[in-house]
């Protein structure tokens, strides 16, 4: 149980361009989403949490204009990077969290996202 | 705000050897700690750690949290090439991570 899955893995796009990753989890619902990105031999850094129905909240540094998070239901949150550039590439992350009290966080594969 | 230090950054360990890795916290609203192991992709949830003195096992890997001194160890006994990997803490509200160990197990 408790498996989350992104989609694309794998996405290469144009500068300027705007690209949705999706996160789901499978099998259970989460209350809560988490988004990362991880840079090469960095750890994850925490860009924002989701909870359903209402808005994200963003962590210092990271604009809300350019990542637009929706978490729309129990089992699905978006990441959209909006007028992408190459400094926008990296490995994106999610993970859910099932239940209020419940601390387990269950990774997604993650989305390498390459902007040229 | 929330602080996650793990150290060593990085160890390399023959195979046999035990290793013991670091992470200490600074997190408000602290109700759990994690530990993860990450190898190509996303991490992979190892223990959560929610009371202090009580050691979780799975394997050879065991981990322990001291809620007064803020720290937790990661312990791994009898290690194998197939430990390789970054290990990550996370403590907070919202999951800040550490900056992980990176293990090397050598054959």
């Known amino acids: 149980g408790a498996v989350v899955s992104q989609h694309p893995s794998r996405v290469i796009c144009k500068s300027g361009t705007s690209v949705k990753i999706e996160c789901r989890s499978l099998d259970f619902q989460a209350t809560t989403m988490f988004w990362y990105r991880q840079f090469p031999k960095q750890s994850l850094m925490l860009m924002a949490t989701?909870?359903?129905?209402?808005?994200?909240?963003?962590e210092q540094g990271v604009e809300k204009d350019k990542f637009l998070i929706n978490h729309a239901s129990l089992t699905l949150s978006t990441l959209t990077v909006t007028s992408a550039h190459p400094e926008d590439s990296s490995f994106y992350i999610c993970?859910?969290?099932?239940?209020?009290?419940?601390?387990?966080?269950?990774f997604g594969p993650g989305t390498r996202l390459t902007v040229t | 705000e929330d602080k996650v230090v793990q150290s060593p950054l990085s160890l390399v360990v023959h195979e046999g050897d035990t290793v013991t890795l670091n992470c200490s916290y600074e997190v408000t609203n602290f109700r759990s700690l994690l530990w993860y192991k990450q190898e190509k992709k996303a991490p992979t949830f190892l223990f959560m750690l929610?009371?202090?003195?009580i050691e979780k096992k799975s394997g050879r890997l065991s981990s322990i949290l001291d809620k007064k001194e803020l720290f937790s160890i990661l312990n791994i006994t009898a290690t194998q090439t197939g430990d390789s990997a970054v290990y990550l803490c996370a403590g907070g509200q919202n999951f800040v991570f550490g900056p992980g160990t990176r293990l090397s197990v050598l054959p």
């Open positions: 993970s859910a969290r099932a239940e209020r009290g419940w601390d387990e966080q269950y």
């Open positions: 989701s909870n359903e129905g209402s808005k994200a909240t963003y």
């Open positions: 929610t009371s202090s003195g």
